[in-house]
Structures are given as structure tokens and as C-alpha cells.
């Protein structure tokens, strides 16, 4: 059976930092691309960011440029979220995910993750 697992998130104040992470098990996901996604409340489901299969491209929602960065671990069946200057606005559950295409899209991606809290507050 194919999981999906987050860890990481938490209560962090405006201006600081987490790592989120997402561990695979079931199959190895080494030649998917692997995404990040976010879900405040009230609010769809949202691109955060993608990375390619090797690791070599990626892209980030515009709200999150230079603030955030994605990497993977293919030895480790990993994706990995680095948030930094966190604000009020990035407060969600957020979702990893593994798909064959290298997009923006919610429904091309077909496996998911559970979701970690992250909250943003003084």
C-alpha cells in the first residue's frame, strides 16, 4: 500500500522557520514529481511548489518565492519543504504529493499525503 506521510509542521511565530517533510513508502517515487500544497480554511486547496524527478527544476507559487525551497532525497523516497520567514498568510494544513507531470495542478497528481498543520501566530 502506497503512503504518503508529512511531518514538521507546527506553531511557529511571523518570521520564523520550519522543515516540512514527506516520507513515501509503498513504491519508490524517484521518477515522479513531487509537490507541495496548502489548504487554509474556507479556502481550496493551493500550489505551494514542484520539483522535477532529478531534482533539477522547480517551481513555487509566487506567494512563497524566496521565502520557501523544495528539495527531495531520492535515496530516501523524500520531499522536503523549507519554510522561512513564515507570515500569518501561510498558515494552513499542508499536503505532499507525487505525480507524473511537472505542474501547477491539483488533479495531476495522483498520490497525497494526510497533511501537517502549520500555523502562523504571535
Known amino acids: 500500500q502506497v503512503h504518503l506521510v508529512e511531518s514538521g509542521g507546527g506553531l511557529v511565530q511571523p518570521g520564523g522557520s520550519l522543515r516540512l517533510s514527506c516520507a513515501a513508502s509503498?513504491?519508490?517515487?524517484?521518477?515522479?514529481?513531487r509537490g507541495w500544497f496548502r489548504q487554509a480554511p474556507g479556502k481550496e486547496r493551493e500550489f505551494v511548489a514542484y520539483i522535477g524527478w532529478s531534482g533539477a527544476s522547480t517551481e513555487y507559487a509566487d506567494s512563497v518565492k524566496g521565502r520557501f525551497t523544495i528539495s527531495r532525497d531520492n535515496a530516501g523516497n523524500s520531499v522536503y519543504l523549507q519554510m522561512n520567514n513564515l507570515k500569518p498568510e501561510d498558515a494552513a494544513v499542508y499536503y505532499c504529493?507525487?505525480?507524473?507531470?511537472?505542474?501547477?495542478?491539483?488533479?495531476?497528481?495522483?498520490?497525497w499525503g494526510q497533511g501537517t498543520q502549520v500555523t502562523v501566530s504571535s
Open positions: 504529493a507525487a505525480g507524473f507531470r511537472a505542474t501547477t495542478r491539483r488533479s495531476d497528481y495522483g498520490y
Open positions: 509503498g513504491r519508490t517515487f524517484n521518477n515522479y514529481v
